[in-house]
T-cell receptor
Framework: DAKTTQPNSMESNEEEPVHLPCNHS???????IHWYRQLPSQGPEYVIH???SNVNNRMASLAIAEDRKSSTLILHRATLRDAAVYYC???????????FGTGTRLQVTL | GAGVSQSPSNKVTEKGKDVELRCDPI?????LYWYRQRLGQGLEFLIY????????KSGLPSDRFSAERTGESVSTLTIQRTQQEDSAVYLC?????????????FGQGTRLTVV
């Protein structure tokens, strides 16, 4: 599986946008970019995924660089409930498992 | 509709005993995954089912670990002769199909404590 690189931690103020970066310079053409998050004491939760084009859903937006070597998860208005570990994962078109790295721990403060 | 259900939510067992952990995936999901997460650690992949076959068992840590799945439904993860190092949260996930263009839904996990 191609590797991703994320900052260990980030902080945000409540009600402000948050941009979580992910580098994946060895991404292949068939790799989908997935984001999951894990709130304290819970199982991981799917956030969003995409291949080439930017994606929006009710939870977040995913901005994918034109060369696909990096992406950014955007939370438009952070709330205290968004405090979690966010994982950026590459999943090949024919892949089975998700391989979790160490993720970014997001802290949200008042 | 119902999400991924795991049981029991907590299990305390004595070292050397066998345990069975159950996962009920979302109805209609053909792919099922088991992961392990030790305290303060990341998620470790254990096994992947597509239907009732397991094309990827690469994460099972030893022959004490086994898993089976009945059709495209419930799966059981069995740990024989448990050891203290097996203490962890065991997470199950399912997805509509395998492959990259599909999201996985996780259960809340079974917290296993071996004493």
């Amino acid at each position: 599986d191609a590797k991703t690189t994320q900052p260990n931690s980030m902080e945000s103020n409540e009600e402000e946008p948050v941009h979580l970066p992910c580098n994946h310079s060895t991404i292949s053409g068939t790799d989908y970019i997935h984001w999951y998050r894990q709130l304290p004491s819970q199982g991981p939760e799917y956030v969003i995924h995409g291949l080439t084009s930017n994606v929006n859903n009710r939870m977040a937006s995913l901005a994918i660089a034109e060369d696909r070597k990096s992406s950014t998860l955007i939370l438009h208005r952070a709330t205290l409930r968004d405090a979690a570990v966010y994982y950026c994962i590459l999943k090949a078109g024919t892949a089975s498992k998700l391989t979790f790295g160490t993720g970014t721990r997001l802290q949200v403060t008042l | 509709g119902a999400g991924v259900s795991q049981s029991p939510s907590n299990k305390v067992t004595e070292k050397g005993k066998d345990v069975e952990l159950r996962c009920d995936p979302i109805s209609g999901h053909t792919a099922l995954y088991w992961y392990r997460q030790r305290l303060g650690q990341g998620l470790e992949f254990l096994i992947y089912f597509q239907g009732n076959s397991a094309p990827d068992k690469s994460g099972l840590p030893s022959d004490r670990f086994s898993a089976e799945r009945t059709g495209e439904s419930v799966s059981t993860l069995t740990i024989q002769r448990t050891q203290q190092e097996d203490s962890a949260v065991y997470l199950c996930a399912s997805s509509f199909k395998g492959g990259g263009n599909t999201e996985a839904f996780f259960g809340q996990g079974t917290r296993l404590t071996v004493v």
